[in-house]
C-alpha cells in the first residue's frame, strides 16, 4: 500500500542482563549475563513524512525467540572472601536452570530513511518472564527489555 507496509525478519540477537544485590553484612553480587538470541520478528510500519528521498517510519510488532546460548560472569563478596566465578548459562524450565529457552514480545519502532539507507531504533519488551516457572514456585518473575538500532540498505 506504498504507505503502509509488513516486514519480517530472522536476526542474532546479544542481549546483556546485569544482576546486582542489594549489600547486606557478609553478601554481595554483581553477576554480568550475554544471552545470544535467534529471533523471527513481525513488524508493520507506516510512512509518516517524507520528501526528497528522505522519510520517517513508525511501526509496531512481535517477536518470538530461542536463547541460544549465554555465559555468566560474577563478583561474590561473603563472609569467606572474595571469589570470582564464570560459565556458561542453564537453559530449560527445571529448577535448577537459569534461562528460559523461549522468548516473545512485542517491538515498538521508528525509522529515518534516505533513499534504500534507513537507521532504526527499535524498542523490544518481553511479555514472557526469563525466570523458569519452576524456579521459586513460579513466585519470582523478570522480563527482559532491549533497546537496539539498526543501519540496513534495501536491495
Do not use: C
Amino acid at each position: 500500500f506504498g504507505n503502509i507496509w509488513s516486514e519480517t525478519g530472522l536476526a542474532v540477537y546479544q542481549k546483556g542482563y546485569r544482576l546486582r544485590s542489594v549489600p547486606v553484612p557478609d553478601y554481595a553480587a554483581d553477576v554480568r549475563f550475554r544471552l545470544h538470541y535467534l529471533a523471527l520478528n513481525q513488524n508493520i510500519l507506516v510512512k509518516v513524512m517524507g520528501k526528497n528521498g528522505l522519510s520517517f517510519s513508525t511501526g509496531a510488532g512481535f517477536f518470538v525467540s530461542t536463547l541460544l546460548n549465554g555465559r555468566y560472569k560474577g563478583d561474590y563478596n561473603t563472609i569467606i572472601g572474595q571469589r570470582q566465578e564464570e560459565g556458561n548459562i542453564k537453559i530449560g524450565n527445571a529448577t535448577n536452570d537459569d534461562f528460559r529457552s523461549i522468548d516473545a514480545g512485542l517491538n515498538i519502532l521508528v525509522r529515518s530513511q534516505y533513499k534504500n539507507i534507513h537507521l532504526t531504533m527499535q524498542y523490544s519488551p518481553s511479555f514472557i518472564s526469563h525466570v523458569p516457572a519452576s524456579y521459586n514456585n513460579g513466585d519470582y518473575t523478570e522480563k527482559l527489555r532491549s533497546v537496539s538500532f539498526t543501519l540496513g540498505y534495501e536491495f
